[in-house]
């Protein structure tokens, strides 16, 4: 895991954007489809948790701590 989080070149967009995805699908335990389909609005960063509508068109409330956090913020 640790191997696979440090893989992304950050010194560019599109690594760091592949980093913050890895990181919230750690943190989180999100499908790769609720990720990437994942809107700006149902991330609530203040609070730490995201709104993720995933299979059966369920809705849920899944919390993430400070590390992606600290991804989504650069």
């Known amino acids: 895991v640790t191997r696979l989080l ?27 489809t609720e990720l990437v389909s994942l809107p700006l609005d149902a991330v609530d960063r203040e609070r730490g948790f995201l709104l993720v509508r995933g299979k059966g068109n369920k809705e849920r409330v ?9 991804a989504m913020r650069t």
Request: cysteine-free; overall charge neutral; hydrophobic content about 40%.
């Open 6 to 32: 440090a893989a992304p070149d950050v010194k560019t967009p599109r690594g760091l954007r592949d980093r913050t995805m890895l990181e919230l699908m750690y943190a989180t335990g999100l499908r790769v």
């Open 62 to 70: 899944i919390p993430f701590g400070h590390v992606a956090d600290d």
